[in-house]
């Protein structure tokens, strides 16, 4: 009898599980060297100058804008289909979210829409490489310089992507989350990376109370900061990552070829990017012989697990309809989101997995 196919799996090894031991028997079980060494090894891998790891990628987000400094009277533009992350740290700040809305075959943020939302209010601008797949980083990042706007990378989805031949996370300031969910783990975790010095001794400022050692509070700050246990788990997972994604390209490649049934639209690939798919994303149109919760329950009933990777846009969720949001409508996001479905695409799968997972959903009828 086949297994049932999990829409994520996370793959850790004895490796791991021996270098949490040797943290646990060490005693210096938080923030130390094992996280200044993943720190420095992942600043090498995505070449940038800083990374500060910090305890999980929300808390990356939240980082980053307060390390800028936002306040009640700015303004920070997003992608209107995202994780609710994206936007709910931007309310941290108590500053004003403001929505763009994203490109049709990317889901990524529309830089022509964007422009059309700066106001002398803005600040700053978060882009989400969703799903894996680098957001229009030329564009956006020409629009952000011109303007003197801050632009932070949502790579939440997208640890090893890149664009034009660059990794993601290092043209703006980068903030990762290391999810079980995501291409490499933590368990819980993220990283803020940044070539501004003078942004990064910020961040790490605030990221442990303000300290600036022997108990010289000089900023208020939080305890964001990540433990021994994390890092030891990310330095491994950082060497296995390249074999991870490699892995979810060529799962989704076999997918693309081997899904065949009219009405179902595969991933969109950029040229100019390497997109790691964090997720594989389907759009069904109207064409599709089935609605998709009909397909999701046969997928269920087929031992094939789906997910909806979002079902609204985030104004339309009931906090952000609380506080008013939602008068300017972004209408892609919200086809968007009545279209998408993910289907399993980690490393764990066989290819036999990925061939009944095809012909599974070729053989659906009206």
């Known amino acids: 009898m086949r297994d049932f196919i999990s829409i994520a799996k996370p793959i850790i090894g004895e490796e791991e599980v021996e270098a949490v031991g040797e943290v646990l028997r060490s005693g ?5 060297e094992t996280v200044k060494h993943f720190e420095e090894e992942f600043s090498k891998y995505l070449n940038v100058r800083n990374s500060i790891a910090v305890s999980n990628g929300t808390v990356a987000l939240d980082l980053a804008l307060k390390a800028l400094g936002l ?5 920070v533009i997003g992608p209107a289909f995202t994780f609710i992350a994206t936007a709910n740290c931007i309310l941290y700040q108590g500053a004003k979210p403001v929505f763009a809305d994203v490109d049709a075959k990317t889901f990524n943020i529309d830089p022509d829409d964007l422009l059309e939302k700066i106001t002398p209010r803005t600040r700053a601008v978060i882009g989400v490489h969703l799903y894996g797949q680098p957001f229009d980083l030329k564009a956006v ?42 291409n490499m783990t933590t368990g819980e975790g993220g990283m803020v990376t940044t070539n501004d010095d003078a942004l990064a001794a910020r961040l790490r400022l605030l990221r442990n109370h303000g300290d600036t050692g022997k108990y010289n509070h000089v900023a208020l700050g939080y305890n964001y900061r990540m433990m021994n246990l994390q890092g030891a788990i990310g330095l491994l997972q950082l060497k296995r990552l390249e074999g991870f994604v490699a892995k979810r390209i060529e799962n989704a490649e076999r997918l693309n070829q081997n899904i065949k049934i009219k009405g179902l639209t595969t991933p969109y690939r950029a040229s100019n990017v390497r997109h790691v798919y964090n997720q594989y994303v389907v759009r069904l149109e109207d064409s599709f012989p089935v609605s998709r919760e009909k397909l999701m329950e046969r997928l269920q009933a087929k031992g094939i697990a789906s997910a909806v990777h979002y079902p ?24 968007v989101a009545r ?14 997995d990925l061939t009944y997972i095809a012909e599974t959903i070729d053989s659906f009828e009206a």
Not at 71 to 75: H, I, K, L, M, S
Not at 161 to 170: L, P, Q
Not at 323 to 332: A, D, I
């Open 71 to 75: 306040g009640p009277n700015d303004e």
């Open 141 to 182: 990042t020409q629009i952000c310089e011109d303007r003197n706007i801050a632009l932070v990378e949502d790579c939440a989805q997208a640890h090893g992507a890149e664009f034009e031949g660059k990794k993601v996370g290092s043209f703006g300031t980068g903030c990762f989350s290391f999810y079980p969910t995501k």
């Open 312 to 335: 609204k846009a985030v104004y339309e969720q009931p906090l952000y309809r609380e506080l008013g949001y939602g008068g300017e409508r972004c209408p892609v996001s919200e086809d």
């Open 339 to 352: 279209r998408v479905m993910s289907l399993p695409v980690h490393p764990s799968l066989s290819p036999s």
């Open 28 to 32: 210096m079980l938080t923030q130390g």
